[in-house]
């Protein structure tokens, strides 16, 4: 017999063997996957931002089918989205309390202190950051060079004429990458309804904090005592609230912080486009408006 068909029949031979293993192979270990994984994967906006959770839309779609999840989870969908896929799933859409990103620092151009002018050829913040900490005499401020605004999808943040990060409420959708990318640390996921914040994160004390910016914690403690008991204690020089007690929480807290880096926010931080942020809360804010007994 010729050689070369000895070998056609040969490698023909090999093959019908090797691919009757393999569909046994498949048979036996096929994994079963839902269906409605793909159509729920359909309905979700493929925006793979993590901000339920998941590495991407369609692990958090598994999750849904298991019903680990409720698609409330998916802050990027609109209400009618999420109806679908909790009819599809049979299920309620359920709620989830909104979440933002809130920036711990509300020293900008006008308020914090610089000791030197970055001229380093990469333009961002961990750029600067990586020259002594960055330019603020403040090492906790913000550098204000945007690297939050270029990383978010959502066009939910804009430098504003102060310099620093402005998040806007009604497009954030918590997706954490403006807290993974500040080299500062500056950036936090709150429920919107904390609306107490320290806008400060400098470790310093009384006059040395305020000398490298007009808005620092000062650690004088008149929020402590202001406050309702239990809500604030100073930490380190730095007022830190306990959100646990977040039910009791008042803009009373803020009213004789002589800096406002101690405030009450009910939407969006600092002021929109065109307005100038200047602190308020000052003590003699607060004398005007408290009447003797």
């Given amino acids: 017999m010729n050689e070369i068909v000895v070998a056609a029949i040969i490698l023909v031979g090999l093959g019908l063997i090797f691919a009757t293993i393999l569909a046994v192979a498949y048979r036996k270990l096929k994994v079963y996957e839902d269906p409605r994984i793909d159509q729920i994967e359909e309905l979700l906006p493929h925006a793979n931002c993590g901000a339920c959770g998941q590495p991407g839309c369609r692990a958090f779609a598994e999750k849904l089918v298991t019903k680990e999840m409720t698609p409330a989870k998916c802050t990027v969908s609109s209400s009618e989205q999420l109806e679908k896929i909790a009819a599809l799933l049979g299920v309620e859409a359920g709620s989830e ?24 050829h990469l333009k961002t913040c961990r750029g600067e950051a990586v020259v002594a ?19 978010c999808d959502f066009d939910a943040i804009y430098m504003n004429e102060d310099g620093l990060p402005t998040v806007i409420p ?109 602190p308020i809360g000052r003590v003699e804010k607060y004398r005007s408006e408290v009447k003797p007994a």
């Fill in 97 to 120: 309390e909104k979440r933002i990103a809130r920036l711990l620092c509300a020293g900008g151009k006008r308020e914090a202190q610089n000791l030197a002018d970055y001229q380093g």
């Fill in 170 to 278: 009604e497009l954030c959708v918590a997706c954490n990458d403006c807290v993974e990318v500040c080299p500062k640390n500056l950036f936090v996921l709150m429920p919107i309804d904390q609306k107490l914040i320290v806008q400060c994160r400098s470790l310093l004390e009384g006059d040395l904090a305020e000398s490298k910016c007009s808005v620092a914690c000062t650690a004088c403690g008149r929020c402590v005592v202001d406050g309702a008991p239990g809500l604030i204690e100073m930490k380190e020089n730095l007022a830190v609230i306990n959100y646990e007690l977040n039910e009791v929480a008042s803009p009373a807290a803020t009213r004789r912080c002589p800096t406002n880096a101690i405030t009450w926010v009910e939407w969006q931080q600092f002021q929109p486009p065109g307005k100038i942020h200047s």
């Fill in 133 to 151: 900490g960055g330019i603020k005499a403040c090492s906790w401020g913000c550098l204000g060079l945007g690297d939050c605004m270029q990383v």
